[in-house]
């Protein structure tokens, strides 16, 4: 069965600092992978999707980037954090030519 | 911009009751359409899909889809306090989920 992890769980970041948030997935090959952002008190924002290791998307223009070193490896990184990027971010996954979509635990980022 | 709306809520309904969720969507182009169960600090997870036209069962929920109305609705049947969450509606948008903001549902007993 598939499974998809991602860490850190939770994490507090001071303004400026960089961030790297890594998700996985297993028991699948060639995913599409996302990245959605869950602001307090807003909906799902889609961030970033791949449809293979080194094709992303980008969504929403902003501090943060996104890519896909392997096959079933997601990063999401920025440079320097903003107060804004506090939030609820989840990683998803379908396989190739699916939609339906399946979330990680997600990690919540507060940036003080 | 495509949108997908939910009344936010919160929608209270006492246990053993039928919780109607509604969503309607702006894009008429639109062919899936999906619902997501989300616990408080918890991470969304598929409750159903649905594709075409009329209701889907599963279990004590039915989605129900009218693609001429643009409108997409879980019913949850004998509602129990664990179904309390917010339920997100999702449509396919290209390659990606466009999410509503959710409803809260709160079952009390």
């Known amino acids: 069965s598939q499974t998809i992890h991602q860490w850190p769980a939770t994490l507090v970041q001071p303004v400026g600092s960089p961030l790297s948030l890594e998700c996985t997935v297993e028991?699948?090959?060639?995913?599409?992978l996302y990245w959605y952002r869950q602001a307090a008190g807003r909906g799902l924002q889609l961030l970033f999707y791949?449809?293979?290791?080194?094709?992303i998307s980008s969504e929403v223009p902003q501090n943060l980037s996104a890519s896909r070193p392997q096959d079933r490896q997601f990063i999401l990184s920025s440079k320097k954090l903003l107060l804004s990027d506090s939030g609820f971010y989840l990683c998803?996954?379908?396989?190739?030519?699916?939609?339906?979509?399946?979330f990680g635990p997600g990690t919540r980022l507060l940036v003080l | 911009q495509k949108e997908v709306e939910q009344n936010s809520g919160p929608l209270s309904v006492p246990e053993g009751a039928i919780a109607s969720l509604n969503c309607t969507y702006s894009?008429?182009?639109?062919?899936?359409f999906f619902w997501y169960r989300q616990y408080s600090g918890k991470s969304p997870e598929l409750i159903m899909f649905?594709?075409?036209?009329g209701d889907k069962e599963d279990g004590r929920f039915t989605a129900q889809l009218n693609k001429a109305s643009q409108y997409v609705s879980l019913l949850i049947r004998d509602s129990q306090p664990s179904d309390s969450a917010t339920y997100l509606c999702a449509v396919i948008t290209g390659y990606a989920l466009n999410f509503g903001k959710g409803t809260s549902l709160l079952v009390t007993p």
């Open positions: 028991g699948t090959s060639n995913p599409n």
């Open positions: 649905i594709y075409s036209n």
């Open positions: 998803a996954w379908t396989d190739r030519g699916g939609e339906t979509q399946y």
């Open positions: 894009d008429r182009g639109s062919q899936s």
């Open positions: 791949s449809v293979g290791i080194g094709q």
